[in-house]
């Protein structure tokens, strides 16, 4: 078995190919259930807004790439120009940059961290997360907790929702003045409500499936609660209108904001839509006086910092290069395994053997020491069999390699 990762990301995939292979919390253990038992010895998924990712234990990777296909109902080769497959080390470096920050839109954000411990939960409660791959987020969370206290990788980094601001004010010179909405109550909105209300903003809402989460959010920032059902009554009152649920349908149409903008006479709104899948529906970014923006409109914005960050994240490579090289030393030793189990079992069988033949010879009345000489001259017979015989049946440079071998693993001098 050797250990893969497979996925696509924001780096490899466009928007509208990532929110096609989302796999929500709810389909997870269903989608976990299904790789361990044909595809994988082990299995996890990390999917995001930026990335779905499949880590695993297999004979070949291809059987996965085919079945994330198919578990989305996509021609077996859609996602092919996409999907990037890591195998060995590769894979693990992949897990240690991701846990850190470092493969992520925003570089060094935390969020990635919560929800790749999140993945490994729900990995662990489907069964599904064996030796290998326990060992390698139990590393991956040591890394990253390295990379971020002992370099500014993640110092002074613009957040997907400190970018909606400034986009924001790209529009409207002040929020003073402007009523601003949020879609949804998960972490993702109560970080944007933290950033936007930071700006004293006019009006700040929650709409929520769930009322009550929503009430909680918007009590925070002195805010209104709204029935997601009821979003279209009120749509027309908000300036600024941020998304970001797990909804699998669009939850903004065009339509609907077509008759918010004739309700408005036109002013402007800006839209952000966090979410993948996509919450407003693309046909909105086409209308006049919408200022639609999605995550990956966001990236210019969010990697402006980048150079000036760029010793940090260099000191971050390094830290998991010797982590990448501890992690496979680790792989190789667990790999021997089965066959120190085998040379062990091989030396019992020996001993036992002998101990029965000295025992034999004891009941008999033989003389205990020439029954030990026997017991001794036995065991070293055996133990020196197999090197001698493989040894005297190789030739030329097969011959010099086991020579060296033979050398090193008896320590002899040479």
Known sequence: MTLFALGLNHQTAPLDVRERVVIDFDHMAGALAQMKRGLA??????????????????????????????????????????????????????????????????????????????????????????????KLFQRSFAVAKEVRTTTEVGANSVSMAAAAVKLAARIFPSLHEQNVLFIGAGEMIELCATHFAAQSPARLSVANRTLERAHALAHRFSGRALELRGLGEHLAEYDVVVSCTASSL????????????????????????????????????????????????????????????????????????????????????REGVPLIR????????????????????????????????????????????????ALNEATGEERRALGEAIARLFRLPH
């Open 41 to 134: 010895s082990e299995a996890a998924i990390l999917s995001t807004c930026n990335r779905t990712e499949l880590y695993f234990s297999a004979e070949q990777p291809k059987p996965a790439a085919a079945w994330l296909a198919q578990f989305h109902r996509l021609e077996p080769g859609a996602l092919a120009p996409y999907l990037y497959t890591l195998p060995r080390e590769q894979a693990v470096r992949h897990a240690f940059r991701v846990a850190s920050g470092l493969d992520s839109m925003v570089l060094g954000e935390p969020q990635i961290l919560g929800q790749l411990k999140q993945a490994v939960r729900v990995a662990e409660s489907a069964g599904t997360l064996g030796t290998v791959l326990h």
């Open 250 to 333: 669009p939850i903004l149409g065009k339509g609907m904001v077509e008759r918010a903008l004739r309700a408005r006479r036109r002013r402007p709104m800006f839209m952000v839509d966090l979410a993948v899948p996509r919450d407003i529906e693309p046909e909105v970014g086409e209308l006049d006086d919408v200022f639609l923006y999605t995550v990956d409109d966001l990236q210019e914005i969010v990697q402006g910092n980048l150079d000036a960050r760029r010793s940090a994240v260099e000191q971050a490579e390094a830290i998991i290069e010797t982590q990448v090289g501890q992690f496979m030393h680790w792989m190789a030793a």
């Open 342 to 389: 085998q040379l062990r079992e091989q030396a019992e069988q020996a001993r036992l053997h002998e101990v029965e033949r000295a025992l034999k010879s004891l009941h008999r009345g033989d003389d205990p020491k020439q029954v030990l000489e026997a017991l001794s001259q036995g065991l070293a017979n055996k133990l020196m069999h197999g090197p001698t015989q």
